[in-house]
């Protein structure tokens, strides 16, 4: 079997579920880690692009660049994480029906990133479209 399952009895979520082939691993509670943890890291986006990486953390460097999540990103919890290396706008573009939440509130089929600095964008998935946690 290509599966790893951890439970003290018969059940549909145990503890640990592991699938080798699919390269996951769901813990049915709470995680608590004492050491680090490290995020992924994708390639430096240096010109306009469909992102569609494992990664959590995308580094940006180039002006006026256009960055489309691809829709295969829409997952609940998903969580992206922009960090812009220098003092240059980009856009942040939906692939698919989903859209992104802008500064006012309103959902949309892009995020125009004014920089005024090396900032960083948070955003999450709800399963349906993007959401932002954070700018700095």
Do not use: C
Not at 18 to 42: H, Y
Not at 119 to 127: A, K, P, V
């Amino acid at each position: 079997s290509d599966k790893l399952v951890i439970a003290n009895s018969n059940t549909t979520t145990p503890l640990i579920d592991g699938d080798f082939n699919e390269s996951t691993l769901k813990i049915n509670g709470s995680l608590s880690v004492t050491g680090s943890m490290t995020m992924s890291v994708a390639n430096t986006i240096t010109s306009s692009s469909t992102f569609n990486g494992n990664e959590t953390i995308i580094p940006i460097n180039g002006a006026n660049l256009e960055i489309t999540i691809d829709t295969d990103q829409l997952v609940k919890g998903r969580v992206l994480i922009f960090r812009n290396l220098i003092n240059q706008s980009y856009t942040i573009l939906t692939e698919g029906s989903e859209q992104i939440q802008n500064y006012s509130m309103d959902l949309s089929d892009n995020l125009q990133i004014n920089v005024t600095g090396h900032q960083t964008l948070t955003i999450f998935s709800d399963g349906s479209n993007w959401y932002p946690l954070g700018y700095n």
